[in-house]
């Protein structure tokens, strides 16, 4: 019923940028709190930024200043504009949305940082 599909992470060094995509389809509504996860090998799968329909963002701290998230409403797609990368931001990167009692993961995009 929905589907969520991410693109754009690559092999990039330290210092580079990506910009991540996550289109959705089915019923996402403008309203719906989306946002991006990582997890890299061997740690727990972590927050990286959300936005609501206000629309509010809240990063996390090892990210903020350096990410920003946003949403096209029209296209159904959620971005994740990363600048400043850095090896630790090495991890595959997950588009989230939740709508009513159901949360909804895409497939995930790797993004590597090399030094």
């Known amino acids: 019923q929905v589907q969520l599909v991410e693109s754009g992470g690559g092999l990039v060094q330290a210092g580079e940028s990506l910009r991540l995509s996550c289109e959705a389809s089915?019923?996402?509504?403008?309203?719906?709190?989306m946002g991006w996860y990582r997890q890299a090998p061997g740690n727990e799968r972590e927050l990286v930024a959300i936005?609501?329909?206000?629309?509010?963002?809240i990063y996390a701290d090892s990210v903020k200043g350096r990410f920003t998230i946003s949403r096209d409403n029209a296209k159904k797609t959620l971005y994740l504009q990363m600048n400043s990368l850095k090896p630790e931001d090495t991890a595959v990167y997950y588009c989230?949305?939740?709508?009513?009692?159901?949360?909804?993961w895409g497939q995930g995009t790797q993004v590597t940082v090399s030094p």
């Open positions: 989230n949305v939740r709508i009513l009692q159901d949360y909804y």
């Open positions: 089915g019923s996402v509504s403008s309203s719906a709190t």
């Open positions: 936005i609501t329909g206000d629309p509010i963002t």
